[in-house]
T-cell receptor, first 113, second 112 residues
Framework: DGGITQSPKYLFRKEGQNVTLSCEQN?????MYWYRQDPGQGLRLIYY???????QKGDIAEGYSVSREKKESFPLTVTSAQKNPTAFYLC????????????FGQGTRLTVV | QKEVEQNSGPLSVPEGAIASLNCTYS??????FFWYRQYSGKSPELIMF????GDKEDGRFTAQLNKASQYVSLLIRDSQPSDSATYLC????????????FGAGTRLFVKA
């Protein structure tokens, strides 16, 4: 089945640690995105990528890093520089055109302990 | 001013009524407009997209777009308890290119 897969579903991080969230898609989509969602709030864009080996910062990129070495994969690293990382992280992909919808993974809930 | 604004709600309607959800956006050059539904703890799923002025209907859902007023809405006819969710408005295009910007969402409760 085609889709977008995020792992893990739940992740716990100690303060000062870097953690990496996985996002894989087999939809042959060019564009991939990472969003952060805090309770009762909408989605805020962290990073996005339109093609392999290219990505741009979104509105809240500080404390995060990404890579796009393969079309199928867009991992997100939450670094120790991110002071308030506890949130629900959503990865999405799309064909990248004007009227193409974004398909979302099931999300990763990150908690700092 | 936020780029995409929605009333956070909650909006409460009785079963069978019409639910009206509204969204305004700041970038006049925006080209594509999306409505997503998100159940608690789940990821968003697309309900409709629209990019031309006017109405677009799909089953019980109607999206309405007015680019002059920078306004997009979603009507849900014959609302069902299963429609209870948060509805996210999303906008693409304009100065943001293909970057999709989401509103904070409107919580809808449909009372049985």
């Amino acid at each position: 089945d085609g889709g977008i897969t995020q792992s893990p579903k739940y992740l716990f991080r100690k303060e000062g640690q870097n953690v990496t969230l996985s996002c894989e898609q087999n939809l042959n989509h060019d564009a991939m995105y990472w969003y952060r969602q805090d309770p009762g709030q909408g989605l805020r864009l962290i990073y996005y990528s339109q093609i392999v080996n290219d990505f741009q910062k979104g509105d809240i990129a500080e404390g995060y890093s990404v890579s796009r070495e393969k079309k199928e994969s867009f991992p997100l690293t939450v670094t120790s520089a991110q002071k308030n990382p506890t949130a629900f992280y959503l990865c999405a992909s799309s064909l990248g055109g004007r009227d193409t919808e974004a398909f979302f993974g099931q999300g990763t809930r990150l908690t700092v302990v | 001013q936020k780029e995409v604004e929605q009333n956070s709600g909650p909006l409460s309607v009785p079963e069978g009524a019409i639910a009206s959800l509204n969204c305004t956006y700041s970038d006049r050059g925006s080209q594509s407009f999306f409505w997503y539904r998100q159940y608690s703890g789940k990821s968003p799923e697309l309900i409709m997209f629209i990019y031309s002025n006017g109405d677009k209907e799909d089953g019980r859902f109607t999206a309405q777009l007015n680019k002059a007023s920078q306004y997009v809405s979603l009507l849900i006819r014959d609302s069902q308890p299963s429609d209870s969710a948060t509805y996210l408005c999303a906008v693409m295009g304009g100065t943001g290119g293909f970057k999709t910007i989401f509103g904070a969402g409107t919580r809808l409760f449909v009372k049985a």
